[in-house]
T-cell receptor, first 112, second 118 residues
């Protein structure tokens, strides 16, 4: 069973701090990694994707990928109360497959 | 900004009834998907659709499910005989899918249809 694991949280950080969200995956053949944000009762909203080892920055968000350790993370700098949501890690497991396997998500709470 | 739309937002049905969930993908996108999320659980892949046929499906997508692109804009998910355990939020998604598979082909989700089976 190919799995994507996330700590369910909640992860609580003060406003202005850096939030660090982590995700591990079981399939070494995984190709693409996505971070989605989901507010309660809403649909997943794409934040960013990463497919090469290393860091990728987009505004306040940085995704980090380490394929050797099968680990992907999302850093949110200058966290705002509006960032409070569940963050979903999604992985495209096999070459040529587009189906995404989601983790259960980490709930982030940014305290004003 | 283009977005995926879904109707209805909430569907209530009796067990054993057929339901059709509707989606309008982003207009220039070529791949379409259905996912579901049972309350409090993970988002789960059901099926992907390309060039008028199913390209991938999960174990969840059994004979009671079907998908169709009845015209140039709509994409539908039919559940033939609903069960209590089909109660979930159903999300449609689409991606550009231009050319050969690229691992940057990002999927954009619609707002979802909440299906309640009584």
């Amino acid at each position: 069973q190919k799995e994507v694991e996330q700590n369910s949280g909640p992860l609580s950080v003060p406003e202005g701090a850096i939030a660090s969200l982590n995700c591990t995956y079981s399939d070494r053949g995984s190709q693409s990694f996505f971070w989605y944000r989901q507010y309660s009762g809403k649909s997943p909203e794409l934040i960013m994707f990463i497919y090469s080892n290393g860091d990728k920055e987009d505004g306040r968000f940085t995704a980090q990928l380490n394929k050797a350790s099968q680990y992907v993370s999302l850093l949110i700098r200058d966290s705002q109360p509006s960032d409070s949501a569940t963050y979903l890690c999604a992985v495209s497991m096999d070459t040529g497959r587009r189906a995404l396997t989601f983790g259960s998500g980490t709930r982030l709470q940014v305290q004003p | 900004e283009p977005e995926v739309t879904q109707t209805p937002s909430h569907q209530v049905t009796q067990m054993g009834q057929e339901v059709i969930l509707r989606c309008v993908p982003i207009s220039n996108h070529l791949y379409f998907y259905w996912y579901r999320q049972i309350l409090g659980q993970k988002v789960e892949f059901l099926v992907s659709f390309y060039n008028n046929e199913i390209s991938e499906k999960s174990e969840i997508f059994d004979d009671q499910f079907s998908v169709e692109r009845p015209d140039g804009s709509n994409f539908t998910l039919k559940i033939r005989s609903t069960k209590l355990e089909d109660s979930a939020m159903y999300f449609c998604a689409s991606s550009e899918g231009v050319g050969a598979f690229t691992n940057t082909d990002t999927q954009y989700f619609g707002p979802g249809t909440r299906l309640t089976v009584l």
